[in-house]
């Protein structure tokens, strides 16, 4: 299952849950405030080889998107 990051609308409170994939946070209750009814944030991700994340590094000049370099 995948983990999914949700604000709280009600507090601006984040979490971090282990869900059912394309949970959509309509049934989570924030563990702050009790507020029922997330909302899911999209997440950033890391990619090995691309220039800023913490896995190695592109060919020069590649600029992160590796679509020339790869």
Known sequence: M???EF???SCGSLTTELCKL???GESLS???CGHKG????????SSPGVKGS?????????????SGCH
């Open 54 to 66: 913490s896995g190695g590094t592109c060919s020069p000049g590649c600029h992160g998107n590796c």
């Open 38 to 45: 997330l909302a899911k944030k999209i997440s950033k991700f």
């Open 2 to 4: 995948p983990m999914y």
């Open 22 to 24: 394309g949970e959509n």
């Open 30 to 32: 924030c563990p702050g």
């Open 7 to 9: 604000r709280c609308p």
